[in-house]
């Protein structure tokens, strides 16, 4: 397991979650615009993490960041829908963090060329269930900072599913060869 490369995906996950926060909060951009941002600033710090710090390159040069791009976009969407309409109950944020996790990480798959899509697909998903399950504990100690939260644990620690499902899928791949 390569460590520095955890830090590095998880300061990514942290400067977009912070990203995220920042824009949708100054609302630079029309509403319709402003609720996609954050699914289009997970995209470019996924592609950025994965491109340059792991060293990846796409499986095919503009479909695979069109489709990376669409996936955070329908993960985004109704992983806020369901979070909206079931905020009152205790599972709300797992399940939300799950649909997220679930979207991008088909995303990264079809983006990549990998060799066990099905593991990343599963360590992805599993990061994104994670992330809600924190946020219901981080939720219940602070109350204030909902937003800020919410992007830079659940980016923070889906970035590092990803991290880990590339290390261990390039760790099987230079052993298969």
């Not at 360590?123 to 994104?128: F, L, N, R, S």
């Amino acid at each position: 397991m390569n460590f520095k490369h955890l830090g590095m995906y998880l300061l990514v996950g942290i400067i977009s979650g912070g990203l995220c926060t920042g824009i949708t909060a100054l609302r630079f951009f029309p509403k319709i615009v402003n609720e996609q941002i954050p699914a289009v600033i997970l995209t470019i710090a996924i592609v950025v993490a994965v491109r340059y710090i792991s060293a990846i390159r796409f499986r095919n040069g503009w479909l695979s960041p069109v489709i990376l791009t669409m996936a955070c976009l329908i993960g985004w969407y109704l992983a806020v829908e369901f979070g909206s309409n079931y905020y009152r109950t205790d599972w709300s944020f797992v399940v939300s963090g799950a649909i997220g996790g679930i979207f991008v990480a088909i995303g990264f798959a079809l983006a990549w060329n990998l060799s066990r899509p099905g593991f990343a697909i599963t360590v992805i998903t599993m990061a994104g269930t994670l992330g809600g399950i924190l946020l219901i504990f981080i939720f219940v100690a602070l109350t204030e900072m909902e937003t800020l939260i919410l992007f830079v644990v659940w980016q923070s620690i889906l970035l590092l599913g990803i991290c880990i499902s590339v290390q261990i899928d390039s760790s099987k791949s230079s052993v298969e060869q």
